[in-house]
């Protein structure tokens, strides 16, 4: 074949493939997903046919974020929207109830496979009766912990949820989705080994967290963590909560306390003053990990590797 007729053939299929009507070409599904944990898995299943969109990008908190309208549009126009559930981005629960019923709502949490865990209470955990949020506060004890995404166990059955969800929606490139699916799982396995090795040595090393967000990562890898400064991290301890953690953490042996990224370290070091007790810091979204399909990875390696360094060490 000619250059000429080289030219004249992608000409002309170029052309045929503008002016195939919308409804006819294969639509790639148009996938929207809160947080970055999720995203990287939705990002991983889709690989090679699109890219989902991300809602809360950089350090923005699910706990306090606010839909823009440009976030509002980009839900409506979508065809599947992932998101954990209502007691976790309690921001988008009245907005799911108002998108077109041809949207699909993939809710993580209440999913068949997901493995969910109460809220820990009594002892030195925070009794989430004192704070609840819900009319009547015998419902906090039903209170789920929503933080679902950091059991590998978990991630896996997501990983199926997600591959389900797009086949329905985009039969057309079911096999890539399934072998994408594939491919996630073994990843997370090997995951799952490698931070199973790191911290199986300080496994029985006691320590404290700022707010109760990693009881998945914690049961899963049989760690001993046995307070939290407050029960949710959009509210700060009161002065009651910080005297009764540094009365206790010379009772309670605890290596190191972890503090999150948004949260002024002066007041961990309040707690920690004049005791020998290290600290740390742990995010269980990854604020300032870059969004895409190794965000998931980063992530849990990051918790593996902030916990493992602090515990070992000698206080």
Same mark, same amino acid.
């Given at each position: 074949?000619?250059?000429?007729?080289?030219?004249?053939?992608?000409?002309?299929?170029?052309?045929?493939?503008?002016?195939?009507?919308?409804?006819?070409?294969?639509?790639?599904?148009?996938?929207?997903?809160?947080?970055?944990?999720?995203?990287?898995?939705?990002?991983?299943?889709?690989?090679?046919?699109?890219?989902?969109?991300?809602?809360?990008?950089?350090?923005?908190?699910?706990?306090?974020?606010?839909?823009?309208?440009?976030?509002?549009?980009?839900?409506?126009?979508?065809?599947?929207?992932?998101?954990?559930?209502?007691?976790?981005?309690?921001?988008?629960?009245?907005?799911?109830?108002?998108?077109?019923?041809?949207?699909?709502?993939?809710?993580?949490?209440?999913?068949?496979?997901?493995?969910?865990?109460?809220?820990?209470?009594?002892?030195?955990?925070?009794?989430?009766?004192?704070?609840?949020?819900?009319?009547?506060?015998?419902?906090?004890?039903?209170?789920?912990?929503?933080?679902?995404?950091?059991? /590998?166990?978990?991630?896996?059955?997501? !990983?199926?949820?997600?591959?389900?969800?797009?086949?329905? @929606? +985009? &039969?057309?490139? *079911?096999?890539?989705?399934?072998?994408?699916?594939?491919?996630?799982?073994?990843?997370?396995?090997?995951?799952?080994?490698?931070?199973?090795?790191?911290?199986?040595?300080?496994?029985?090393?006691?320590?404290?967290?700022?707010?109760?967000?990693?009881?998945?990562?914690?049961?899963?890898?049989?760690?001993?963590?046995?307070?939290?400064?407050?029960?949710?991290?959009?509210?700060?301890?009161?002065?009651?909560?910080?005297?009764?953690?540094?009365?206790?953490?010379?009772?309670?042996?605890?290596?190191?306390?972890?503090?999150?990224?948004?949260?002024? /370290?002066?007041?961990?070091?309040?707690? !920690?003053?004049?005791?020998?007790?290290?600290?740390?810091? @742990? +995010? &269980?979204?990854? *604020?300032?990990?870059?969004?895409?399909?190794?965000?998931?990875?980063?992530?849990?390696?990051?918790?593996?590797?902030?916990?493992?360094?602090?515990?070992?060490?000698?206080?």
């Amino acid at each position: 074949m000619t250059l000429a007729n080289r030219f004249t053939a992608r000409y002309l299929m170029l052309l045929l493939c503008l002016t195939i009507p919308p409804s006819v070409r294969a639509a790639v599904p148009k996938v929207v997903v809160t947080i970055k944990p999720i995203h990287s898995l939705v990002a991983g299943v889709m690989s090679g046919v699109g890219t989902p969109q991300l809602l809360l990008s950089g350090g923005q908190s699910p706990h306090t974020f606010t839909l823009r309208p440009s976030d509002v549009r980009r839900l409506g126009t979508a065809d599947l929207v992932v998101w954990i559930g209502k007691d976790f981005e309690t921001f988008l629960v009245q907005t799911t109830k108002s998108l077109p019923s041809r949207i699909r709502i993939l809710e993580l949490m209440n999913s068949h496979g997901i493995a969910k865990l109460p809220i820990r209470q009594g002892g030195v955990w925070e009794d989430p009766q004192q704070h609840a949020e819900t009319e009547h506060d015998e419902q906090a004890e039903h209170v789920i912990d929503p933080h679902i995404w950091l059991s /590998p166990q978990n991630a896996r059955e997501m !990983v199926t949820l997600i591959k389900e969800a797009l086949i329905e @929606l +985009d &039969p057309a490139n *079911a096999e890539r989705y399934q072998q994408n699916a594939r491919n996630l799982k073994t990843e997370i396995n090997e995951l799952d080994q490698e931070l199973l090795a790191q911290l199986t040595p300080v496994q029985w090393v006691p320590f404290i967290v700022f707010h109760d967000a990693y009881q998945y990562f914690e049961r899963h890898y049989h760690l001993n963590t046995i307070a939290s400064i407050t029960l949710s991290p959009d509210r700060k301890p009161g002065a009651r909560r910080i005297h009764e953690i540094r009365a206790k953490l010379e009772n309670l042996e605890a290596r190191c306390i972890f503090t999150e990224p948004q949260f002024e /370290p002066k007041l961990i070091q309040t707690i !920690v003053m004049g005791t020998q007790v290290k600290t740390g810091v @742990l +995010d &269980p979204v990854g *604020a300032d990990i870059p969004a895409g399909t190794d965000a998931y990875f980063i992530l849990m390696r990051r918790l593996g590797g902030r916990l493992a360094s602090c515990l070992e060490a000698s206080p």
